[in-house]
């Protein structure tokens, strides 16, 4: 089945560091990439909608220029998180999608903690 | 009101029982539903789709109700595995396929 690769899968770092976590499609073309945030005993909230080669689609209440999206290639979509502070310190998913559109195939997550 | 609700349990099931529970959405133009399972600190996995004829996959059978708006998932012969919680997700096809997820309904089954 299709396989969405997320790196790194864990990362610990200071305040005011950024931190950069890439999401691959490894075995088809993601047109569409979708990157979410989860806090414990929460549910997944969508962050931000990534269509490769233009600009990122942010949710309502998501600072897009703290949370850098970049999709430069139809296997490659990033996040840079900007200045990380505790407060974003969560569990990130990416998720991408072929020109098919459905299901979502998830990349198996990101874990943030800033210190 | 939340777009997709869930009870949030724990639903506590025997080994061996059957367990069922449902998931409602606002959205009357949804059209596509899913239900995936998501083990602790770890990413969603998609268990199945659910379809307008109501589907069934092994032990799981999926229903959907458009006039009520709900979907269900029923787990049958539940096993020690199938602890998990279970997340309804509706894709808003006109959304640009965004996906809303619910607050997820956890499941333990206990020997």
């Known amino acids: 089945g299709a396989v969405v690769s997320q790196h790194p899968s864990w990362v610990i770092c200071k305040s005011g560091t950024s931190v950069k976590i890439e999401c691959r499609s490894l075995d088809f073309q993601a047109t569409t990439m979708f990157w979410y945030r989860q806090f414990p005993k929460q549910s997944l909230m969508l962050m931000a909608t990534s269509n490769e080669g233009s600009k990122a689609t942010y949710e309502q209440g998501v600072e897009k220029d703290k949370f850098l999206i970049n999709h430069a290639s139809l296997t490659l979509s990033t996040l840079t998180v900007t200045s990380a502070h505790p407060e974003d310190s969560s569990f990130y998913i990416c998720?991408?999608?072929?020109?098919?559109?459905?299901?979502?195939?998830f990349g198996d997550g990101t874990r943030l903690s800033i210190l | 009101r939340k777009e997709v609700e869930q009870d949030p349990g724990p639903f506590n099931v025997p080994e061996g029982a059957t367990v069922a529970f449902n998931c409602t959405y606002s959205n009357s133009a949804s059209q596509s539903f899913f239900w995936y399972r998501q083990d602790c600190r770890k990413e969603p996995k998609l268990l199945m789709s659910v379809y307008s004829s109501g589907n069934e996959d092994g032990r799981f059978t999926a229903q959907l109700n458009r006039a009520s708006q709900y979907i269900s998932l029923l787990i049958r012969d539940s096993k020690l595995s199938d602890s998990a919680t279970y997340l309804c997700v509706v894709n808003e096809q006109a959304a640009g396929n965004k996906l809303t997820f619910g607050g997820g309904t956890r499941v333990l089954v206990k020997p």
């Open positions: 998720s991408a999608v072929d020109i098919n559109n459905q299901p979502q195939h």
